[in-house]
């Protein structure tokens, strides 16, 4: 069973956010984590993240570099109706592609603001403009949609929006094996404690990989070991190696499932 | 005076978030915002920000690529005593310099740990593995250092020693213009309503940078409109014009400095 499960292909993808906003510590980003948790499930690890500014050569550069180096790219921001939303056009530079208002984006924007008292102005009309050969993702809470161009989909940066969009596209990914995890968490251990342990530990169980993330408050502190992989026997046995480790030093740990 | 704050250099930071466990999505950031926020006001911008695995390759081709891209680097994470924790060995190869376990660095954690009753074990020397040429960053917190080599500030990814060596850090940059932000929030406006305008103001003072950022709830909705920019003054005529462009829309403004 292992080695079946094994045989699963692992799916990567690269998450990048595109504003000013996060990287000027105004706003603290939530879209990375919800992300990175509604795709573990899927069997399709974040590999890496990237926060860029609204600009046209960063945007260009990580994209294609993203989308090359991993099975996906997910974006969020600046696909919305004023001058610094820039991301649909970029992304079409970055694939050398056409970028226009669409028929079927205009007739989504038509359609919705219909529903209200507001006009498709020219502004709005921008959020119509979508890469050639993209086909598009449903917007159910503003109406303007994002897009899905070879392995890059385009999605808006308010929060809501994007988890509506991330929904819409969760049953199109082809995801691979699951990645599962467990916390094994000692209060009062220190790293340096278990360090050498943990590491034999790791070296005899090379298809797991684990973490140590240390904490520190004013009066205490502890470590949390973390061990993820696909096989949830195999995980089992690490805690309980994890386990011994601690209660080995005299530390009684907890475990959580994640 | 404009023109005198306008001469002031612009300086830009690449902040590197190196660990699974934000990637992972069991973890929430915060170590971006906190960076920042801390660096704003000393006039150094976060330009870029990237978030990657325990990868070899992965840190040494970060650490390359954003010390050449920008003023500073920032890096958290990865410089414990497990095995996970590569970060220095990387950062060491990312220059062409050597490692080693350093007599300064190993001082510092002797007097640590001789005030507790733990040991300076092989485990908790390999944190005394400082690159060739670097200096150390004190951590008040849990004893073993950080260190500068470069342009690159490499820290812990605990976020309580994170920032008590970022302080530590601070008087050592060099700052250039200060960014100062305004905010003119909106309830009740989209974005839609504005789009035109916005870009009318912002094509106007091209000196200042301005950003839209519509927010979203189950019955309600508005538009945050900030504007950037080193000149206090210059900000107070945009801020003027904001507040106009919704009062015109009829909406009433509220206005925050940041």
């Known amino acids: 069973m292992t080695s079946q499960k094994e045989a699963v292909k692992k799916v990567s993808a690269a998450v990048l ?26 069997g399709i690890s974040v590999a890496q993240a990237r ?7 960063t945007i260009i550069e990580a994209v294609r570099t993203l989308s090359a180096e991993y099975d996906y790219v997910f974006t969020t921001g600046g696909i919305g ?18 970028i226009s208002v669409r028929d079927d984006a205009r007739k989504v924007l038509e359609d919705w603001y219909a529903q209200s008292d507001r ?4 502004a709005r009309l921008r959020m119509a403009r979508i890469p050639d050969g993209a086909s598009l993702i449903e917007n159910p809470v503003s109406g303007a949609p994002g897009f899905v161009i070879k392995n890059v989909h385009v999605m808006a940066g308010v929060p809501r929006i994007m988890r509506a969009m991330l929904h819409n596209v969760g049953p199109t990914l082809k995801g691979g094996a699951v990645v599962y995890g467990r916390t094994v968490r000692a209060d009062g251990m220190r790293e340096g404690d278990i360090a050498k ?17 240390p904490w520190f408050t004013d009066n205490d502190s502890g470590v949390a070991l973390v061990v993820r992989g696909t096989d949830t026997a195999r995980l089992s046995e690490a805690v309980e190696q994890l386990m011994k ?14």
């Open 197 to 213: 342990e943990l590491g034999v530990v790791a070296a005899q169980m090379p298809d797991l990989s684990f973490g140590s993330y």
């Open 17 to 42: 956010l595109i504003g000013d906003e996060i990287l000027s510590g105004r706003t603290q980003d939530v879209n990375l984590q919800t992300i990175a948790q509604y795709l573990a499930p899927l």
């Open 245 to 258: 480790l601690a209660r080995d030093k005299g530390r009684e740990p907890e475990v959580t499932t994640h």
């Open 119 to 122: 006009e498709v102005t020219d």
């Open 51 to 57: 926060i860029i500014a609204d600009d046209e050569a």
């Open 81 to 98: 109706p004023t001058h610094d939303d820039i991301t649909a056009e970029c992304v079409a530079k970055a694939f050398n592609v056409g």
